[in-house]
T-cell receptor
Framework: GAGVSQTPSNKVTEKGKYVELRCDPISGHTALYWYRQSLGQGPEFLIYFQGTGAADDSGLPNDRFFAVRPEGSVSTLKIQRTERGDSAVYLCASSSSGSYNEQFFGPGTRLTVL | AQSVTQLGSHVSVSEGALVLLRCNYS??????LFWYVQYPNQGLQLLLK??????LVKGINGFEAEFKKSETSFHLTKPSAHMSDAAEYFCAVRRSGGSYIPTFGRGTSLIVHP
């Protein structure tokens, strides 16, 4: 069966550019999460969607980061004016109906900002 | 705030030996605790979770963890290591704020020698 997929798997960009990272959750999962994993660290929570709305965006580090999920399925994480410190693996996860249920993770997008 | 500390960034064992990965937590509310495994180039996978029921939690792949409130610990064990257990292991505690989103530790890399 299809798991969580993320595209692209790798993204290299230059400082100051805009990037979009895509997440396709497991079909039927209403909850979707974004995390950032820097080298040598555990994943760090960014934002949690329940359906189309952001239920918790307290992990977004600043206003350069934004995420959408317009139809309650695919989500896009958008980063404006990228900085070298944004380089990390961005992980997406989904779960059925709420955060109590097990999250299933995608393989991540490795973002490198030169 | 909720947090976890994983003792030892690397643990090395021989195949067939006991695996012990240490995790201590800090939580201002009754904790929900998790262990995740991350194989190279794959997403995180939930091994087990403690949600205030039995203190000894059994997970997948022969792993188990014991919740000890007096020691604020949730160590992960497996009686006999397999080569396939080599991976990164993350302990996590439920975030504050009413959701069940995990806050991850920095991870422990398990190395299994033949």
């Amino acid at each position: 069966g299809a798991g969580v997929s993320q595209t692209p798997s790798n993204k290299v960009t230059e400082k100051g550019k805009y990037v979009e990272l895509r997440c396709d959750p497991i079909s039927g999962h209403t909850a979707l999460y974004w995390y950032r994993q820097s080298l040598g660290q555990g994943p760090e929570f960014l934002i949690y969607f329940q359906g189309t709305g952001a239920a918790d965006d307290s992990g977004l580090p600043n206003d350069r980061f934004f995420a959408v999920r317009p139809e309650g399925s695919v989500s896009t994480l958008k980063i404006q004016r990228t900085e070298r410190g944004d380089s990390a693996v961005y992980l997406c996860a989904s779960s059925s109906s709420g955060s109590y249920n097990e999250q299933f993770f995608g393989p991540g997008t490795r973002l490198t900002v030169l | 705030a909720q947090s976890v500390t994983q003792l030892g960034s690397h643990v090395s064992v021989s195949e067939g030996a006991l695996v012990l990965l240490r995790c201590n937590y800090s939580s201002s509310v009754p904790p929900y605790l998790f262990w995740y495994v991350q194989y190279p180039n794959q997403g995180l996978q939930l091994l087990l979770k403690y949600t205030s029921a039995a203190t000894l939690v059994k997970g997948i792949n022969g792993f188990e963890a014991e919740f000890k409130k007096s020691e604020t610990s949730f160590h992960l064990t497996k009686p006999s290591a397999h080569m396939s257990d080599a991976a990164e292991y993350f302990c996590a505690v439920r975030r504050s704020g009413g959701s069940y989103i995990p806050t991850f530790g920095r991870g422990t890399s398990l190395i299994v020698h033949p």
